[in-house]
């Protein structure tokens, strides 16, 4: 099972470089994030993002033909995507999304207005691109601290 892991691992790996090296070659406007084969093992599922609606027929076709198996594209949002990849927040903790974060709320410029945070976008900005998500989580937080008497130095 371990030897089994590992070479899909590496399968997983070199599909996923192949992708990449080819859609910068065809031109395609995609970007791809992650490879996974189930257990199945027949099958390869590709995931990217995308801004707008992208031909990959092409290469779908070169892919199966080069790795024997069945490929399938599946396109994900920018929020979906950061959540797939993970990464380190501006706080210096694991992405909200990757840890424990189930499902995506609505985030609003207003929300950090009433953090009373800086509205300069690439400070409320997550590594999607987007507000930060922990932006809605905090949210409910701050009219509490505000109301609290402060205490005299």
């Known amino acids: 099972d371990v030897k089994r892991q590992q070479d899909?691992?590496?399968l997983e790996r070199e599909i996923e470089v192949h992708v990449r090296r080819r859609?910068?070659?065809m031109g395609l406007d995609l970007r791809p994030l992650k490879v996974r084969i189930p257990l199945s093992g027949r099958t390869a599922v590709v995931f990217f993002t995308a801004e707008k609606?992208?031909?990959f027929r092409p290469l779908l076709k070169e892919l199966g033909h080069r790795f024997r198996r069945r490929i399938e594209m599946r396109a994900l949002g920018v929020r979906d995507g950061a959540k797939l990849c993970g990464g380190l927040g501006p706080c210096g903790r694991c992405?909200?999304?990757s840890t424990f974060m189930d499902r995506?709320?609505?985030?609003?410029v207003r929300m950090a207005k009433r953090q009373r945070l800086?509205?300069?976008?690439?400070?409320?900005?997550?590594l999607c691109g987007r507000l930060m998500c922990c932006l809605a989580h905090?949210?409910?937080?701050?009219p509490e601290v505000g109301k609290r008497p402060r205490r005299k130095s």
């Open 118 to 126: 800086s509205l300069n976008p690439t400070k409320i900005s997550g």
């Open 104 to 108: 995506f709320h609505s985030v609003t």
């Open 138 to 142: 905090e949210v409910d937080q701050y």
């Open 95 to 97: 992405l909200c999304c």
């Open 8 to 10: 899909e691992a590496a």
């Open 23 to 25: 859609t910068r070659e």
């Open 53 to 55: 609606r992208v031909d």
